[in-house]
């Protein structure tokens, strides 16, 4: 499918505010800035962007414990999040959820989760919704590799499938579970996995923008039109560690060069573009230029911020209908 150069820009300006926002968030965190416990999404972009971009503001989705990607890619303002992840009062959720309980229902994020393999079965109750209501809509879950041995994980694809629900379910398999490697502790095939529930199942190259909105594209448009559930299994690598502080011991020097310099989404995204005469250099430099000023912008904006009072402790507590 051939993207219009606006949904070109668009696409490389939700990147690059990802790969921004984690790379100021690995700084802050590592000069002790930030409360907190986070993890990071950067080199996974393509997975979010990709999927995300056929999504509307009613579709939803529901994150991992590595979430900021998943949230930008939402729509989700990037100075609230900076201020939730610092504690602070204006955070997107008041500054009571940091980092692994983000979420913004008014843009149709569910939330990351702390539990691994905790979004599927909540994007089972909304795509149960959009179908009774006929609404159209979609609901996406994310998952890790590691997660994709959890029974939630397993029980979710069956119920959509027998539901026959607008449920898409991404593996976003980045090799590790923590220092876990995929070939110790998966068995089969996740791909297998998700055709053995009789979903329409995809492998992706997850380092490319296209593949994954290419995929996402198919699968989305078939749930939307009543054509069921489906997984895609997205193949990527994440730069930094399983959490800020991990000394990645698991992975050699060269294994993280070669995910830096070889498997970087953004630059997969930028040669491809320039090398068709898509679009300009000078272009996609004007959008990491702007990426960066808005996320240094949230950063001083967050530091700034109040935190909450103890007041605020009694607010949030109950859900009010
Ligand atoms: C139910 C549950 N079990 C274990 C953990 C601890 N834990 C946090 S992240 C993680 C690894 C998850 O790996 P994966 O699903 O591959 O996602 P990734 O971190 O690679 O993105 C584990 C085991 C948890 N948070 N929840």
Do not use: W
Not at 57 to 84: L, V, W
Not at 188 to 194: K, Q, V
């Amino acid at each position: 499918m051939q993207l219009s150069r606006e949904d070109l820009l668009k696409a490389y300006k939700g990147m690059c505010e990802i790969r921004e926002f984690d790379d100021a968030v690995h700084y802050e965190f590592a000069a002790d800035a930030m409360p907190g416990f986070v993890h990071l999404y950067v080199g996974e972009e393509a997975s979010a962007m990709g999927i995300c971009m056929h999504l509307n503001e009613k579709d939803t989705i529901a994150s991992t414990h590595r979430g900021h990607g998943h949230c930008i890619a939402k729509g989700c303002d990037i100075t609230d999040m900076m201020k939730e992840l610092y504690g602070k009062k204006d955070g997107i959720c008041g500054g009571k959820g940091g980092s692994m309980h983000i979420a913004d229902l008014s843009k149709g994020m569910l939330g990351a989760n702390g539990i691994v393999g905790g979004g599927p079965p909540i994007v089972l109750g909304a795509a149960l919704t959009y179908k009774t209501k006929k609404t159209g809509n979609v609901s996406v879950g994310f998952f890790g590799d590691g997660a994709s041995n959890q029974g939630s994980i397993s029980e979710s694809m069956n119920m959509a499938t027998v539901l026959q629900l607008p449920a898409i379910f991404v593996c976003e398999d980045n090799g590790f579970a923590e220092s876990t490697a995929k070939e110790y502790a998966v068995g089969g095939s996740i791909l297998d996995r998700g055709k053995a529930f009789g979903l329409d199942s995809h492998e992706v190259d997850g380092n490319d923008f296209f593949a994954v909105h290419e995929a996402a594209k198919h699968v989305i448009d078939n749930a939307r039109n009543g054509k069921g559930p489906a997984l895609l299994h997205i193949k990527t690598s994440k730069v930094y560690g399983h959490f800020e502080g991990d000394a990645i011991s698991y992975r050699t020097k060269e294994e993280n060069e070669k995910i830096k310099n070889e498997e970087d989404p953004l630059k997969i995204f930028k040669k491809k573009v320039t090398e068709s005469g898509l679009l300009e250099l000078s272009q996609l430099e004007k959008l990491e230029n702007d990426a960066k000023e808005q996320v240094k912008i949230a950063v001083e904006e967050s530091k700034k911020a109040d935190f909450p009072t103890e007041k605020d402790l009694l607010t949030d507590v109950y859900i009010k209908y």
